[in-house]
């Protein structure tokens, strides 16, 4: 099956009958990125939680804040 990064544009084939290849065919919504950009976000949201700063939120957090 062929992939197209949602970030770097960088086509891919991976295997046909791996849970990633029926994930993206069966739920279109579900989208592709590619092993260098997905290690390249991975690596800045580590280096931005190393601050401090950074605040990860969840669904329901966001549900409560509506409520509230």
């Known amino acids: ?3 197209k990064c949602v970030l770097c ?3 891919e084939n991976i295997n046909d009958h791996s ?3 029926k994930k993206l065919r069966n739920r279109p919504i ?3 990125m590619c ?3 997905n290690e390249r976000i991975e690596t800045r949201t580590s280096e931005r939680k ?3 700063n950074f605040k990860q939120y969840s669904s329901q957090e ?3 804040e509506f409520i509230h």
């Open 1 to 3: 099956m062929r992939v």
């Open 9 to 11: 544009d960088t086509i």
């Open 19 to 21: 849970p990633l290849a």
């Open 30 to 32: 579900h989208t592709y």
């Open 35 to 37: 092993d260098k950009c």
């Open 50 to 52: 190393a601050t401090g």
């Open 62 to 64: 966001k549900e409560d």
